[in-house]
């Protein structure tokens, strides 16, 4: 039988983080996640394989040497999860992985040509989708076959991490896992309350993700990073509460708290979830204040937007030595990698250029089947672009930005030429969300909180009179 959780004491925020509703109204707009700026919607069908492949050419002939970030996509889940937005394909025919890793391969050994004895792999992704649909046979084979494309930096020094979802694996595979060449390892929980589980259909016992977990560090993971969602249906103040109590005695090196985006205009199984079931906006921010107050309570480091770490781990060094980098995994510690995506619907990062894989199973094999690079989509960044990119990205890793340190890298006079972007931000200063001199902007606790809404200001892209209902809303 399903239970409620106990009644659990939660504190209030202080005043320093107290939004009022009618601030809280105005700032809860759509906005975007900042994983890239220009964001994903401004890519064109004008950026294609060709567009790719010479600015992977201009790469070379600059003859600079980037460490290469690998991300590798699988599709498939066995169920759905109501509020995934991902791209998925759902499905228990285990024979569609076949046909899908035939063609990945083959992705993944022109991408390799293209880059061949420019760089060394420092960083390895696979995410989905659930990368565990692969059996561990497939999962030798493929690994083989990247080891075979590329070469890779040691154990010692590279990140090679994949995502797993503790209903499809054993502790066993989890040993395999780590044999296979994987050492990092993010566990989907999302929220240990079973009303919440039901709620969003993933029922998964709190035992085995805990089994996982110490599996993982048997098997000499380097990190074990935790995935959790507040804003689920069912959820309250209480039942995350106990969730992150849980959490914290598992003792993850990493957390990730995303925020639920509720589209089910773009998303057709969050169509199965009632509005009536989820959280108010103000109960959002404060199950966010209460994640950030236990998990620093408990010595974590608020990396900022979703993300937690041990002072110890790679991510907080990161953020304190001023090299901390967002990418489309979130926060990432190689700031000056190229990243190189692989399967349907990946998104790489080469240069000044972003590019996207075909969305779709059938249009992605059919662009292999020409010989071609499945690249649908892209747009190459111009001055403006990469400015503004240095940043958001510099915000959202930061908090701060000094005004001078833009100056040097770009030919342009800050108060000049983001003069309109200025009176914008002393609006958001009177809201309390940042404090605005000669030198520097510095975002504040509140600010923190909202820093999508800050790093909007810089955002030429946003039309402000079009609602972008491709967004989720910042709270
Ligand atoms: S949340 Fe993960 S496991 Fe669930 S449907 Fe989405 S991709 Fe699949």
């Known amino acids: 039988m399903l239970t409620s959780p106990k009644p659990i004491a939660i504190a209030a925020p202080p005043a320093a983080l107290a939004f009022e509703e009618a601030l809280l109204r105005k700032l809860n707009q759509p906005g975007p996640r900042y994983t890239s700026y220009p964001t994903a919607d401004r890519f064109s069908e004008q950026f294609d394989a060709q567009a790719y492949c010479q600015t992977v050419s201009e790469r070379r002939a600059m003859g600079a040497r980037h460490a ?22 759902v499905s228990k025919n285990l024979g569609k992985a076949v046909v899908y890793l035939t063609y990945l391969q083959r992705e993944i050994a022109m991408q390799a040509a293209l880059f061949d004895g420019m760089n060394q792999v420092e960083q390895l992704h696979f995410g989905g989708g659930t990368p565990t649909y692969l059996s561990d046979r497939q999962m030798s084979e493929l690994m083989a076959h990247l080891h075979r494309h590329f070469q890779f930096a040691s154990d010692q020094l590279g990140e090679y991490s994949i995502e797993v979802d503790p209903r499809t694996v054993t502790p066993k595979r989890v040993v395999t896992l780590r044999r296979q060449g994987f050492n990092r390892l993010s566990l989907g929980v999302q929220d240990f309350d079973p009303v919440v589980q039901k709620a969003v259909n993933r029922i998964q016992a709190e035992e085995d993700t805990l089994r996982i977990i110490d599996a993982a560090r048997f098997a000499g993971f380097r990190s074990v990073s ?68 236990r998990l620093t309570e408990a010595g974590y480091v608020y990396i900022g937007m979703d993300h937690f770490a041990k002072p110890d781990d790679d991510l907080a060094i990161a ?44 249009a992605y094999y059919r662009r292999l089947d020409l010989q071609q690079l499945p690249i649908a989509r892209g747009i190459k960044l111009n001055m403006d672009d990469l400015l503004r990119r240095l940043i958001i990205q510099h915000l959202m890793c930061h908090f701060e930005l000094s005004l001078a340190s833009i100056e040097i890298a770009y030919p342009v006079r800050f108060a000049e030429y983001f003069a309109a972007e200025l009176t914008q931000l002393r609006l958001l200063e009177a809201d309390g969300l940042l404090t605005l001199d000669q030198e520097w902007i510095s975002v504040t606790m509140k600010g923190r909180l909202l820093i999508r809404n800050i790093c909007m200001v810089f955002d030429r892209y946003l039309d402000p009179h079009r609602t972008p209902l491709r967004y989720s809303k910042t709270i």
């Open 319 to 362: 953020q304190r030595q001023g090299r901390l980098h967002r990418n489309f995994q979130g926060y990432s510690t190689h700031a000056e990698s190229d990243l190189v995506a692989c399967g349907v619907s990946a998104i790489s990062a080469v240069g000044a250029s972003y590019s996207q894989n075909e969305k779709t199973l059938e």
């Open 68 to 89: 290469l970030s690998l991300y590798l996509h699988i599709p498939f889940c066995d169920t759905v999860c109501y509020y995934c937005a991902c791209n998925k394909v």
């Open 226 to 293: 935790i995935d959790l969602i507040y804003g689920l249906p069912k959820q309250s103040l209480a039942s995350i509460a106990q969730t992150l109590e849980k959490v914290i005695a598992a003792s993850p090196d990493r957390i990730a708290i995303y925020n639920y985006a509720h589209m089910p205009h773009l998303f057709k199984s969050q169509r199965r979830i009632a509005d009536s079931d989820l959280p108010a906006p103000a109960v959002k921010i404060d199950m966010l204040f209460l994640c950030i107050q």
